[in-house]
T-cell receptor
Framework: QKEVEQNSGPLSVPEGAIASLNCTYSDRGSQSFFWYRQYSGKSPELIMSIYSNGDKEDGRFTAQLNKASQYVSLLIRDSQPSDSATYLCAGNTGNQFYFGTGTSLTVIP | DAGITQSPRYKITETGRQVTLMCHQTWSHSYMFWYRQDLGHGLRLIYYSAAADITDKGEVPDGYVVSRSKTENFPLTLESATRSQTSVYFC??????????????FGPGTRLTVL
């Protein structure tokens, strides 16, 4: 069974700090990885996608992929209270997408 | 407005009844997906469709039926609802071109309660 596991948290960081979210996956055939943000009662929205080993930066967000270790992470720099949400890690193999259970992040003002 | 819409947003039904959840997208994306989200399980893929008249099972397809006669619509039917199908259901469409453009857009969700 293909799985994506996340540190379940909850994670609390002070405003302005770096939040680090981690994810491991079981299927070495997974091609792409995604980080979604989900506010309570809302639908997931895509923050970052990453396909190659290494880092990918987009504004305050940096995704990191290490295929040898089957590890994906998301760093949020200068965390803001508006970043408080659940973050979902996902991988895909072809048309099948597998999601982790999410990590709840609270940014404390 | 462009995007994905789902209806109804909230539904209460009884065990054994047939329920259909509707999903409509205005982008003409080829791929569409149905997920359910439950505490402790995250999002799980029920069915997906690569194009009109092409559907395939996901991780948890039992008890569900899908059809896709038109690109823009992807209804999900619970043939005989059970309490274990109480969940939040999300429809999504996918834009997929070159590497780096794979993105799923989610609808607002349908909260289904089976009594």
């Amino acid at each position: 069974q293909k799985e994506v596991e996340q540190n379940s948290g909850p994670l609390s960081v002070p405003e302005g700090a770096i939040a680090s979210l981690n994810c491991t996956y079981s299927d070495r055939g997974s091609q792409s990885f995604f980080w979604y943000r989900q506010y309570s009662g809302k639908s997931p929205e895509l923050i970052m996608s990453i396909y190659s080993n290494g880092d990918k930066e987009d504004g305050r967000f940096t995704a990191q992929l290490n295929k040898a270790s089957q590890y994906v992470s998301l760093l949020i720099r200068d965390s803001q209270p508006s970043d408080s949400a659940t973050y979902l890690c996902a991988g895909n193999t072809g048309n099948q997408f597998y999601f982790g259970t999410g990590t709840s992040l609270t940014v404390i003002p | 407005d462009a995007g994905i819409t789902q209806s109804p947003r909230y539904k209460i039904t009884e065990t054994g009844r047939q329920v259909t959840l509707m999903c409509h997208q205005t982008w003409s994306h080829s791929y569409m997906f149905w997920y359910r989200q439950d505490l402790g399980h995250g999002l799980r893929l029920i069915y997906y469709s690569a194009a009109a008249d092409i559907t395939d099972k996901g991780e948890v397809p039992d008890g569900y039926v899908v059809s896709r006669s038109k690109t823009e619509n992807f209804p999900l039917t619970l043939e005989s609802a059970t309490r274990s199908q109480t969940s939040v259901y999300f429809c999504a469409s996918r834009i997929y071109g070159t590497v780096g453009t794979d993105t799923q857009y989610f609808g607002p969700g349908t909260r289904l309660t089976v009594l």
